[in-house]
């Protein structure tokens, strides 16, 4: 009788072999040779609230992400991150891009590989932004960021 771990590479195998041939050679199949992360076409959005929405708090804002994957914050894997949300505050640049995102009230992290999250803001107007950290919470080269979006909270 095969031993649990012969199975899973039996299976892992067959489960390789049964990808299409020009699965290989995708450009998210692997770490581009041009050092991409990424395919070109990957994006990063938020898909509410909309741009200019007058909203209520607590708002619950939901990640958007094409290109690529979501892993939690220590996993290393290829094509995958997770989401960092900026809140009225720009995104890094620069040398600020090498270093790990910080945490606190304008950087809020979802290492655990959430897609959305629920936030209380003050009455007024504000601005959010994704940003895709690595495992270790460093923004990727090149980094992938959203699009600012302003908000008003009544």
């Known amino acids: ?9 039996s299976c892992a195998l067959a489960a390789s072999l049964a990808l299409p041939a020009t699965y290989a050679l995708h450009p998210v199949a692997a770490q581009a040779q041009d050092g991409a992360y990424w395919p070109e076409d990957a994006t990063l959005y938020i898909i509410s609230p ?20 979501v892993a939690p914050a220590g996993v290393d894997k290829t ?9 009225d505050t720009d995104a890094p640049t620069g040398e600020d891009l090498a270093m790990p995102l910080p945490a606190d009230e304008n950087h809020v992290h ?3 590989g959430q897609t959305e999250t ?9 601005t959010l932004q994704l940003i895709m950290g690595d495992m270790n919470h460093v923004p990727h080269d090149p980094p992938l960021v959203s699009k600012k979006i302003t908000i008003t909270v009544e």
């Open 79 to 87: 094509r995958t991150g997770h989401h960092h949300l900026l809140i």
């Open 118 to 126: 629920t936030i209380d803001l003050a009455p007024g107007t504000h």
């Open 1 to 9: 009788m095969a031993s649990i771990a012969q199975t899973i590479r």
């Open 110 to 112: 979802f290492g655990g």
């Open 50 to 69: 909309e741009d200019g929405a007058t909203v209520a708090s607590p708002v619950t804002v939901r990640f958007g992400l094409k290109g690529m994957g």
